[in-house]
């Protein structure tokens, strides 16, 4: 069973804040890491994918990966109203289909 | 510009009916995928295909069929509508990357099906 975790928040943070959001995931396979927000109401965006251990920037948002520890994670900076939404981690493995994470719900409070 | 389009947007229909979400992509991708996404459970995958006469089952596709005749089109099929299908149906296009694993997914704006 390939798991996909996030924590499910609600995380709240203050404009101009750095929002961090992680994940974990159980599958040592795991070759492709991407982040997607979803607006309520809407379906899930890509913002967000990296393939190679480290950094990857992005404007304001920067995913990190580490297949050593399993963990990916993605930091907004400059957090803003419009950054309120629920953001969705999702890993491929070798046979081309994604699995997802449930959700971190990010609150920018003005 | 490219796209992924879905149709109807939202649809109502009555417990025991067979329907069927379209699902349309201009990406020329191989891959095509449908989700369904309810409160508590995320999105969960119900079939997906790597290409043309391809079909694969994914964790919740009972009751669901699709078909693949050519790259662009997955239409998902309910066979006998429960009220249990009612949920918000996601489709979702990739190219492969050479390691097999997943490129980037695209979605489309989604159906909301309610079953009475």
């Known amino acids: 069973q390939k798991e996909v975790e996030q924590n499910s928040g609600p995380l709240s943070v203050p404009e101009g804040a750095i929002a961090s959001l992680n994940c974990t995931y159980s599958?040592?396979?795991?070759?492709?890491f991407f982040w997607y927000r979803q607006y309520s109401g809407k379906s899930p965006e890509l913002i967000m994918f990296i393939y190679s251990n480290g950094d990857k920037e992005d404007g304001r948002f920067t995913a990190q990966l580490n297949k050593a520890s399993q963990y990916v994670s993605l930091l907004i900076r400059d957090s803003q109203p419009s950054d309120s939404a629920t953001y969705l981690c999702a890993v491929s493995s070798t046979l081309g289909r994604l699995y997802f994470g449930r959700g971190t719900q990010l609150t920018v409070w003005p | 510009d490219a796209e992924i389009t879905q149709s109807p947007r939202h649809k109502i229909t009555e417990t025991g009916r067979q329907v069927t979400l379209a699902c349309h992509q201009t990406w020329n991708h191989n891959n095509m995928f449908w989700y369904r996404q309810d409160l508590g459970h995320g999105l969960r995958l119900i079939h997906y295909s790597y290409g043309v006469q391809d079909t694969n089952k994914g964790e919740v596709s009972d009751g669901y069929s699709v078909s693949r005749s050519n790259t662009e089109d997955l239409p998902l099929t309910l066979e006998s509508a429960a009220s249990s299908q009612t949920s918000v149906y996601f489709c979702?296009?990739?190219?492969?990357?050479?390691?097999?694993?997943?490129?980037?997914?695209?979605f489309g704006p989604g159906t909301r099906l309610t079953v009475t």
């Open positions: 599958d040592r396979g795991s070759q492709s």
């Open positions: 979702a296009s990739s190219v492969s990357r050479n390691s097999g694993s997943s490129g980037e997914q695209y």
